[in-house]
Structure formats: structure tokens, C-alpha cells
């Protein structure tokens, strides 16, 4: 007999049927690939002018004067750029004119920052223009495909441009939130091979991120406490469906996640805003990030993911009830009809053995030691590594 | 700049962004096939011992008398079968023991057909037995892949299937709900070739579910009209996103929706509950789902594709803000990390455009005449066609 769990922030129910793994399945599974005849890649070193100019270069002058006396790889004494963030020349969101007219059967603008429309006026065809920005975080001068290849000190770079990025946003006053997410693989939507993510920054907070906040809100009033805080408690007291453990963080497939293998990492003490976290924290996060990403990656090789950061929207300088996260989703299963109509997912693993799996590996696992470069590309030339 | 509209039946909004098509792409797209070495298909003719005991057969005893004037094809006469609706093998839901024990920490079951649980209680861990039906609908007795091989009189049958079915479950008063769904292709979530939709009746109304109910109930009381008849009316003068019609429903691109070429096929008048679909609607209702699905087919050969059928839950006899309707959703693009985190999805491809494509590729297409087998598998050795 299968097993539905609630997952009581998003009010979901999810489905776990183990039984699933066992179907027939008449297709190839194989992952997509790159193909090798790939000409160019436009964010390998050298390549710089085939992007918009920089928004943030790392390590950067500041970073060098201030953070001299750390130590440092080699990489980073020999290379102009670790990490570079640079506008996306194919953005879904950007600054425009203001927003276009109305259709003739609007009689009102839903506020985009508000619950849902009240039921005094439902217009039908309502559009807005796409206010916000769009940015691409290039995670290595070199042609690398995973964050994973990256040395620790490097993947610690790469969370921090997340933090500058993200407190640029937050001080503009026209954006009220952004997500900033990783698309690995071909399968979880990425389209260029080389190590990136991605922020887009959003004149409104989306949907989701709403919800989300109703509910942490709704939790914090009638328990004085933090909802992430309390299933942190219970997850480090029941230790089944926790994959690994750092300083600062936990890393746990939550008991109603809708995706097998999902990981969240999570801080152990209350942390609303993930621009906050200090520099310590950040080498710590990147730490686990990569230890959690190894295991899944060594359990499923080539597996597509995606990672999204959870943090607090901008209007809020610190929210008790918010508790920031960083939630991967490897990309093993498809939605599917089901999905769509009902909302309800099926998830073929339970998290209590997805993450030990995951722990196993992660014992097995020899930490990497330094920068792996990867399917070099042709323009690799001009990269002297 | 780009589009952001709004959805207002989901409470959604969805970024439209044209430009992002032109994104250089690392990967192969080619989509995944079954491998030619496949050895067997359990849902052909002759393989019936495979799959457990039918629970309704098209046509039957019943059909051939009562519907003995009607004019048939040639396959029809020959077969046993030509529809055929068995339990699946490996069921998401099924019927067992009683709710398994909460963990400690539940203090309260949340109900599974009401709102979001009150802030009085917040379980942390709550889980529950799957109880449901879950059955698919083998479409063909040949190894077709698809629903439009089949003829139309034959793809008729397969919407009577689910018709006859959901009016079974329906009448089961353990069971609330019933997703009627396809999954075409490796990219849709199906795991096997031959061409087939799936039904999960289940002991709960799915969350989506609930959420349309509830706003459409919300539209029919501020405007003593339902919502989907006023979305027609309005499309039908705009014309724009008009897809194909016929003398019971039609089918358009929705304004907002999320997915590029998604098509939603509407009854013209207002009917809740798809079970009481007349013969002649069914027929007709075929005849479009195919003629989409082939325009869609032939834009983007070998898509992948979902279909949902989105019809009223079981305990109402029929609802004025209800209005059932067949929602397509090509899986042209992918679900990514931004959609994930913030449920704003970014569709690359206007409905406008997409309608008018669609519209195009139906005027220059020749209708099928009869089925068409593809792919046989090595079984078919056993099924003289």
C-alpha cells in the first residue's frame, strides 16, 4: 500500500510509490548531451566579449586587498576572473517603458504584490510588461560543466556573488524579490554546457514565494516559533532523513518532497535573509552544497538538477518566521499528466532512503582537491590553463 | 520588452518572452525513442494475459446491440477489442488497510478534501494511506503509438472509455476524484510506447482541483456567470487565440498559459461533468482533440505531449461555475529552477502565434482514414492485422 505525506507549507499532499521503480520502460533514458562538435563556448575565458560587460567580477579588487592574507588556490593567482556575473542577453524580465495598456475588458489592475484579487472585479485578459533583471553567474574562466569541479574555496566565490548580487537587487527599490537558481543538464532546462546560474531579479514577489510566506507567517503566530525551525528540530532528533551535516547547515530530503533524491540545506540557526550570511557561513554552505551534489551525482551519474535559493523577499529587513534554504531537485523523473491536473506529485523514492543512500555515498566520497576542466571547448585555445 | 499575463483562474502570472527562443542551445533535443530491440509490448493484441483483468471493454455486448445501425470501420469488425481498460500493474493509489498511524508528532489529521488546515493545529509529519484506483486505458489493440493513428470512430471509443469509467468511480462513494490523463512520449512521463491514457480516481479532491473550484466559484457568485463561459464568449469575438472549432466545443491557446502551443478544447455550452457528455459530443470532441494533436504533431514532430481532462469532482451532480475541458500541454520546453522556486512559468511562445500556427497546419491537413500500425514490436507476430 502506498503512502501519501502532507507537505504542510506548500498544503500539498505528495504520493510515494516505490512500486513505480519497477514499471517496464521502453525508452532510452540516456542523458542529453553536448553534442562534440561544439564550436564556441561564450563563457570560457576569452570569450568575454560575446557577453554584456560585468555587473561583478570575482575576485575583485576589493576582494583582493581585503582578503589578502586567505589562502588562496592557485587557480585564483593565475586567472583575471573566477566568477563572473554579467546580464543575460537573452533576459525573461527587463527595465522598459512603463506598463502597456490595458485590454478593453480590464476594469482593474490585480496588484501584483497582493493575495488574490478580491472578488469586487475579475478582469480577463489582464498583461503587464516583465519588469526586473536578469542575470547569469559564470561560475569558472575554465570549461567546466558542475559546480562540483570546482575547489571548494572557488564554489565559495560563487555563493558570494550570489550575496553582492543579491543585496544590489534589494536596495532597488522598483524590485521586490529575486530567485536565483542553477540549471544542470539538459533535462532541468539548461542550454550551455559551462558552470552557471542564474538571478532574475522581479518587480513583484511571484506566487509562490507568497504562499510560502502566508503559511511561515501563519505557523509563527500560533507557535511563537520559526516552521523551519521546528522541522529542524524533529529531523535532527529522528536523524532518518538527514544526508549530511556541516558547522552551520543540515542537509535533509524532507519528508514530503515531491522529487526523489531532493535535498534541502538548511542553516541551523535562524536566518531570514540569505544576503546575511557571513563569510564563514558562505565556505561552509558551499562545502555541503558540494558534498550533497557529489553523492547525488555519483548515485546518478549525468543526472540534470536544479537548485533554487529560498530566501526572504525585499521589502523584509528580517522575518522571524522566514528561514531561508537552499532546495535542490535532481531531475530523475518526469511530471507528468498527473502532475499538472491535480498538483499532486508522485514520488517513486521516500526520503528516508534517498538519504541514505546519499549518506552512504557521501562517506565513500573523497573530497575533490582542486579545479577539473572538462569537454574542453574549441575555443579553449585562447584559454591557456 | 517582454509580456507578463495573468491567469487569473490559477492566480498566476506568466512571463512571455519571445526572444529567449534565439538562446544558443549546447544539447541534442532529438527526442528519446523506444529502442528497436524492444522484445515485447504488453498492450498489444495477444499479450492480454500480461495485464490484469479488463474492468470495461470497447466495443461490447452492449455496444454491438445497441449501436448496430452505426456505421464502423473495417478494424473494428476484426478485432476482439479495440479499447480496453485494465488496473495498472504498478499503481500510484490503491485500495488497503485503514490510514497508517500518525507519527508523534501529529496532533490533528488535516482533512484531505477541506480548505488549508486552520492555524489552530499544525501537524508537522502527517501521512496517510494512498487510497484510489488507478487504471489505464490501452487505446488500440495494434501497436499504434498514437491516438491520432487511430480512426476517428476508434479514438471516439477511447473518450467513451473514460466516460464509462469515471461514471463508475463516481458512483463509488469511497472516492472523491479522478484524473483522466495521457502521457505521449518519453519527455510526457510515459514509460510505455503503445498509445494509452491513464485514470486515478482517488479518496480526495487534488489541491489544483480545489483551488479552480474555489475561484470559480468565486467568479459565478460576483458575476452570476461562469468564468470559462465568459473566457469564450470573449475568445470567440477576439478570434485570435482560436485554434479550430467544431459544432460542440473549441479549442484555443489560453492567454496566459504556460506552456508554449498548450491548447485547452472547451465545450461551446456549459457542462460540469464530462461523464455527461452525449455520443455525439464524444464523436466530436475526437475529431478535434485529433485534429489539434496532429497540427501539433506535425509543427513539432514526435513532441512530446500531455492531455488532462479537467472535469467536476464527484459530489457534485453538476455546478453552474464548473465547466469541464481537455487541456494539451506539448512538452516543448522545460520546467526550470526559476519556475520551480517561484510557480511563474516562462513561456517563449505567444498563444497568439501559436494559434495561428496551429490554425495554418490544420487547413493543410488531409484527415486520416484509417489506423495506422507503427513500430511493431516482435510480438506482433501474435496479432494477425
Redesign the interface.
Known amino acids: 500500500?502506498?503512502?501519501?505525506?502532507?507537505d504542510?507549507l506548500s498544503?500539498?499532499?505528495v504520493?510515494?510509490?516505490p512500486?513505480?521503480t519497477?514499471?517496464?520502460?521502453?525508452?532510452?533514458?540516456t542523458p542529453?548531451?553536448?553534442?562534440e562538435s561544439?564550436l564556441r563556448?561564450?563563457f570560457c575565458q576569452g570569450s568575454e566579449h560575446e557577453t554584456p560587460n560585468a555587473t561583478l567580477i570575482l575576485p575583485g579588487k576589493d576582494w583582493e586587498s581585503t582578503r589578502s592574507t586567505r589562502r588562496r588556490d592557485r587557480a585564483i593567482a593565475k586567472s583575471d576572473w573566477l566568477v563572473r556575473v554579467v546580464p543575460n542577453?537573452?533576459?525573461?524580465?527587463?527595465f522598459?517603458?512603463s506598463p502597456?495598456a490595458w485590454t478593453e475588458?480590464t476594469r482593474e489592475n490585480?496588484s501584483?504584490n497582493a493575495d488574490?484579487?478580491s472578488?469586487?472585479f475579475?478582469?480577463?485578459?489582464?498583461?503587464?510588461?516583465?519588469v526586473g533583471a536578469h542575470e547569469v553567474v559564470i561560475e569558472s574562466p575554465q570549461h567546466v560543466a558542475s559546480i562540483t569541479d570546482l575547489s571548494p574555496e572557488h564554489a565559495r566565490l560563487v555563493f558570494e556573488a550570489y550575496r553582492q548580487r543579491l543585496a544590489y537587487w534589494s536596495a532597488r527599490p522598483e524590485m521586490k524579490y529575486a530567485?536565483v537558481?542553477?540549471?544542470y543538464g539538459?533535462?532541468?532546462?539548461?542550454?550551455?554546457?559551462h558552470s552557471h546560474s542564474?538571478l532574475?531579479a522581479?518587480s513583484?514577489v511571484?506566487?509562490?514565494?507568497l504562499?510560502v510566506q502566508r503559511?511561515l507567517a501563519?505557523?509563527h503566530?500560533?507557535?511563537q516559533q520559526c516552521?523551519i525551525c521546528?522541522?529542524l528540530d524533529?529531523e535532527l532528533q529522528a536523524e532518518d532523513r538527514i544526508v549530511t551535516q556541516s558547522e552551520h547547515f543540515v542537509a535533509i530530503c524532507p519528508?514530503a518532497s515531491r522529487f526523489p533524491y531532493s535535498v534541502s540545506i538548511i542553516p541551523r540557526t535562524h536566518q531570514s535573509r540569505f544576503e546575511d550570511a557571513s563569510q564563514d557561513e558562505l565556505a561552509d554552505l558551499a562545502r555541503i552544497t558540494q558534498a550533497t551534489l557529489n553523492a547525488i551525482e555519483s548515485e546518478h551519474p549525468r543526472c540534470a538538477y536544479?537548485?533554487?535559493?529560498?530566501t526572504c523577499h525585499f521589502d523584509q529587513q528580517a522575518s522571524d518566521s522566514f528561514h531561508w534554504r537552499l532546495?535542490i531537485?535532481p531531475r530523475l523523473?518526469?511530471?507528468?499528466?498527473?502532475e499538472?491536473?491535480?498538483?499532486?506529485f508522485?514520488n517513486t523514492v521516500f526520503p528516508e532512503s534517498a538519504a541514505q543512500t546519499l549518506r552512504q555515498r557521501i562517506q565513500s566520497t573523497v573530497p575533490l582537491a582542486s579545479p577539473v576542466a572538462v569537454a574542453p571547448a574549441s575555443n579553449s585555445i585562447r584559454n591557456p590553463q
Chains 1, 2 share one sequence.
Open positions: 500500500m502506498n503512502e501519501m505525506r502532507h504542510w498544503d500539498r499532499w504520493i510515494f510509490a512500486n513505480r519497477t514499471r517496464p520502460d521502453d525508452y532510452d533514458r542529453h548531451i553536448e553534442p561544439q563556448c561564450p542577453k537573452f533576459p525573461a524580465v527587463g522598459g517603458p502597456v475588458s490585480p501584483l488574490s484579487p472578488s469586487a475579475t478582469p480577463l485578459f489582464v498583461k503587464q510588461s516583465a530567485v537558481f542553477k540549471n539538459a533535462d532541468a532546462g539548461a542550454t550551455i554546457v542564474q532574475i522581479t513583484f511571484p506566487s509562490e514565494i504562499r503559511r501563519l505557523y503566530k500560533s507557535h516552521y521546528s522541522v524533529q519528508f536544479n537548485f533554487v535559493l529560498q532546495k531537485i523523473s518526469k511530471v507528468a499528466g498527473f499538472w491536473s491535480s498538483d499532486c508522485i
